[in-house]
């Protein structure tokens, strides 16, 4: 049964809608993350995913213990052993193990412990085409690689020797590329390879270990070298991987990191991007070279990972654990962007996830039901090397280590040694002399100011007292601080500290008056030698070299006749910048 342009266009149709909207399945959302979950109960023929591959129409083509799966965004479609409808013929194995896509947008087929042969699948048609390979190749076939373009390679071993050969697609046969002279003792390895951009091949296998065979000759790594006194080979490589940069990537079973060979001199070197005591299952790629390790705390027949670790193609390295609110069984993952949405294949079903944040991770946050206040941080800043500093609206700042991901309680206290209370924290700021700076209220309801020095390292603490409340700062250099200040009786005004002095100075214009007495003042920005002051009654530009300044208003019709303003028009719509 052969669809039409009209079936193809509809699917999809369909399969963009589904893409963009997202409202198929049962929609799970996480703080960080939103998912949906596909199962058994949606039409999903095992629960177990295998393998994922979308294909030129956007379909979703999904490998199980139970069958091949086309996915829609709707409805999935199983092709097994069995007949699922008219016209759509029998696989070759009802364990998929592994999907690619061939040349020509049909689909290859490896089944699980099947070397014996693969199918090439019709997707528009539903034909199933069987390719027997041991009859094809040299010796006892023992795996598969399929190469970036798409061509398949076969992997075949004979007691003296192991075999490689390429599939070729428009000829429907195999023809051997490279060969090694090896004795085997073992019947049935396992053996893992890929041939590089270069056409060599990589293999590994318990016997032999790590070797590089090309045209002209083998070459084989002594694992002592790499992986130090190890007491037994390690079985297998978990992860054996070329990506888009052309970095091969490889891991080994039972041994913690990831190795990485250089192109230039095919040496292996331990990747320290990644954390060395810990070991990895999987890597998987985007299409915009992306890539996403899986750290595993358990590597069996699924291994459970722990954290997930994303290398961008920029080299950043970022935690995507945000994904393991799938689960942390997570065989496949398949996606243009990490960065957006996700196919991921589970032990229990197939996750689509809107990957639309990084990670985000929460310090002094708790689950408040309606009615209760949490903690009110009231300024950050850094030292800009890895410590976080901020403050709560009340009584304590903190310190977070970016890297060890610690917080820590700084706990001011006044010259002789009492724990210093305060509230109505203004914000916290760090100098270039390595000291912490903030402002804040004097614990009561008196409008009395606190300014703060805190020696980080000493843990000692200065406090300069104003006799009015601080209501907002701005840095003008590293010896000058301004601030907006309210008295008891709801005078308001500007005043400079000068560090060197330690002392507060009041603003007063050229006539010795303060323009800002009935002018709240609610932020700062500095602007070379001015000042940008917003206050309630309108926004001051203010010249610190000759104490001039200019005064924004609205409309006038609220000012005093001797109220020196400018009347100007708000835009009615937002400016764009």
Not at 256 to 277: C, H, I, N, P, T
Not at 311 to 337: K, P
Request: aromatic share 14%.
């Amino acid at each position: 049964m052969v669809k039409s342009d009209f079936d193809i266009a509809l699917l999809w149709s369909r399969a963009l809608l589904w893409l963009l909207l997202g409202s198929v399945g049962t929609q799970l959302s996480g703080q960080r993350l939103i998912y949906d979950h596909y199962g058994i109960r949606e039409g999903l023929s095992n629960r177990l995913i295998r393998d994922i591959e979308i294909d030129d129409f956007g379909l979703v083509w999904v490998a199980t213990p139970n069958g091949l799966n086309r996915f829609d965004g709707y409805d999935f479609v199983t092709f097994s052993t069995t007949q699922s409808f008219f016209g759509a013929e029998r696989l070759s194995q009802a364990y998929v193990q592994e999907i690619e896509m061939t040349q020509d947008g049909k689909l290859f087929l490896f089944y699980q412990d099947l070397y014996s042969s693969f199918d090439v699948f019709d997707p528009i048609t539903f034909e199933v085409e069987r390719v027997e390979v041991s009859l094809q190749v040299a010796g006892q076939p023992r795996g598969f690689y399929v190469s970036e373009n798409n061509e398949v390679y076969a992997i075949s071993k004979e007691e003296t020797f192991t075999a490689i050969s390429v599939f070729d697609y428009a000829r429907r046969d195999f023809e051997e590329v490279c060969r090694i002279d090896e004795a085997w003792e073992r019947q049935y390895p396992t053996i893992n390879f890929l041939v590089d951009r270069q056409g060599r091949v990589i293999l590994y296998d318990q016997e032999h270990g790590l070797r590089i065979c090309s045209q002209s000759n083998t070459e084989k790594y002594p694992l002592q070298d790499l992986l130090g006194d190890i007491t037994e080979t390690p079985a297998h490589l978990n992860i054996l991987y070329q990506d888009l940069q052309e970095r091969i990537w490889l891991s080994f079973a039972g041994q913690a990191g990831v190795y990485r060979m250089e192109e230039q001199s095919d040496s292996l070197f331990l990747y320290q991007g990644l954390g060395k005591e810990a070991n990895y299952a999987y890597v998987w790629e985007d299409d915009n070279a992306n890539l996403i390790f899986s750290e595993a705390a358990t590597i069996g027949n699924f291994a459970e990972s722990e954290h997930l670790w994303c290398l961008t193609a920029d080299q950043r390295l970022l935690n995507f654990d945000q994904l393991l609110e799938v689960g942390h069984y997570i065989v496949d993952i398949r996606s243009q962007d990490f960065f957006r949405t996700l196919f991921i294949g589970t032990d229990t079903g197939l996750k689509v996830a809107q990957n639309t944040t990084t990670r985000i991770d929460q310090y002094l946050a708790t689950g408040l039901g309606e009615g209760r206040r949490g903690a009110s941080m009231r300024g950050i800043t850094s030292d800009g090397n890895g410590k976080v500093y901020f403050g709560r609206e009340v009584n304590n700042w903190y310190v977070l280590d970016t890297e060890t991901k610690l917080l820590d309680t700084i706990r001011l206290h006044d010259r002789y040694g009492n724990y210093l209370r305060f509230n109505d924290s203004q914000g916290v700021w760090y100098d270039a002399a390595g000291y912490l700076w903030g402002v804040t209220g004097d614990g009561t309801d008196r409008r009395i100011g606190y300014l703060h020095q805190n020696d980080v390292e000493k843990c000692t603490t200065n406090t300069y007292v104003y006799p009015h409340a601080l209501t907002c700062y701005a840095v003008l250099d590293d010896s000058t601080y301004c601030f907006g200040t309210r008295s008891e009786d709801n005078t308001y005004g500007l005043v400079y500290f000068d560090r060197r002095s330690h002392s507060f100075f009041r603003y007063s214009d050229v006539q010795g008056d303060n323009p800002f007495a009935k002018a709240h003042i609610r932020y700062i920005e500095p602007e070379g030698e001015f000042l940008w002051i917003g206050t309630e009654q309108g926004l001051f530009h203010l010249d610190t070299n000759t104490g001039l300044y200019e005064w924004y208003v609205r409309n006038r019709s609220s000012l005093a006749d001797d109220e020196d303003a400018i009347s100007v028009d708000l835009a009615d719509q937002p400016i764009k910048t």
